[in-house]
């Protein structure tokens, strides 16, 4: 069965780093989401991304977040300075080919984010 | 405003029961629900949904009930087993643009052997 899958499962890095969590979404998918999870809180819409655009974005998806689809398998989300504050399993998500309001989202594994 | 959320933080039931979690939600527009399970350490895992033209639906061993009259929706298991203790999130989607989820505080399902 066709999973979503992310890369890395763990990251660690330095306040003010730069980080850059990747995806591979379900092949024949075309929308592609992600989502963060603060140990012990609920799921939290960032962004929704289709065509090579950003559908929607939350408050939480300020400038320091981005995302892009550098090629036909990958879908990427970068921090570019982080925060304590960002610590948190980011979990990326991707619809199937309907893209109604309806379309079920798959999950991935999820990254934690560990900022120091 | 608009929320989804759930009546028990953590449901404790014995192998073999039936479970029943539920979630209520505020947004009357929305028109997909769905339900996932998330065990440690894993992403949200889709179990089941349900659109808002139907009261009932069931999977293998699930069933998600839609009461739109007072805004409630649970998630039935039966035959509750060990492999199903996890922590169970709903989920809606209130026909914005961008396909975004709203997902509920979460409750857990711990099955005692």
């Known amino acids: 069965e066709p999973e979503v899958t992310q890369t890395p499962s763990h990251q660690v890095t330095q306040m003010g780093q730069e980080v850059i969590l990747r995806c591979v979404p379900i092949?024949?998918?075309?929308?592609f989401y992600w989502y963060r999870q603060i140990l012990g809180q609920k799921v939290e819409f960032l962004v929704s991304?289709?065509?090579?655009?950003?559908?929607?974005k939350s408050e939480i998806f300020d400038d320091q977040f981005s995302v892009e689809r550098p090629d036909g398998s990958n879908f990427t989300l970068k921090i570019r300075s982080t925060k304590l504050e960002d610590s948190a399993m980011y979990f990326c998500?991707?619809?199937?080919?309907?893209?109604?309001?309806?379309?079920?989202?798959?999950f991935g594994p999820g990254t934690r984010l560990t900022v120091l | 405003g608009e929320s989804v959320g759930l009546h028990l933080p953590t449901l404790s039931v014995q192998e073999g029961d039936n479970s029943i979690i539920n979630c209520a939600y505020s947004?009357?527009?929305?028109?997909?629900f769905i339900w996932y399970k998330q065990e440690s350490g894993k992403g949200p895992q889709f179990i089941i949904d349900?659109?808002?033209?139907?009261d009932k639906r069931q999977g293998q061993r699930v069933t998600v009930l839609l009461n739109k009259t007072v805004k409630h929706l649970s998630l039935q298991i039966a035959a509750t087993q060990p492999g199903d203790s996890a922590v169970y999130f709903c989920?809606?989607?209130?026909?914005?643009?961008?396909?975004?989820?709203?997902f509920g505080g979460g409750t857990r399902l711990m099955v005692k052997p």
């Open positions: 092949s024949n998918h075309l929308y």
């Open positions: 991304f289709y065509n090579n655009e950003i559908s929607e």
């Open positions: 947004n009357s527009a929305s028109d997909y």
């Open positions: 998500a991707s619809g199937d080919t309907s893209g109604t309001s309806t379309d079920t989202q798959y």
């Open positions: 349900i659109r808002s033209n139907m």
């Open positions: 989920a809606e989607n209130g026909l914005n643009a961008g396909n975004m989820l709203t």
